[in-house]
Nanobody, 133 residues
Framework: EVQLVESGGGSVQAGGSLRLSCTAS?????????????VGWYRQAPGNECELVSK???????DYGDSAKGRFTISRDNAKNTVYLQMNSLKAEDTAVYYC??????????????????????WGQGTQVTVSS
């Protein structure tokens, strides 16, 4: 069973940086390998739907939500089955639970539970990012 495990969340002051990691494990021989997957990040701020933060395709092409452009950078290390999200110049409005997702249909936003169940084969447990102003 494939699992996505996020790490790297925490509390930081506005203007600071964090790097999130999403590591995948449990691929069987008949499943698409990690390096063939598009992997990305959604986030859910309190009271809001999930919004797409960023994703990276198997060929390394990237896509960012408007809130992440110019501040966040997504990258991947296929040898480690890991995708990273480097977040710089953090703002209070970046406070959210950040979820890693893979192998699915990438909506710009939506209800998190619906995305998890209907859109993606793999979804992480989330990591909290808190930015204080």
């Amino acid at each position: 069973e494939v699992q996505l495990v996020e790490s790297g969340g925490g509390s930081v002051q506005a203007g600071g940086s964090l790097r999130l990691s999403c590591t995948a494990s449990g691929f069987s021989f008949d499943e698409l390998a990690f390096d063939g997957l598009t992997v990305g990040w959604y986030r859910q701020a309190p009271g809001n739907e999930c919004e797409l933060v960023s994703k990276i395709s198997s060929d390394g092409s990237t896509d960012y939500g408007d809130s992440a452009k110019g501040r966040f950078t997504i990258s991947r290390d296929n040898a480690k089955n890991t995708v990273y999200l480097q977040m710089n110049s953090l703002k209070a409005e970046d406070t959210a639970v950040y979820y890693c997702a893979a192998d699915g249909s990438w909506a710009r936003h939506g209800r998190c539970l619906s995305l998890q169940i209907m859109n993606f084969n793999y979804w992480g447990q989330g990591t909290q990012v808190t930015v204080s102003s």
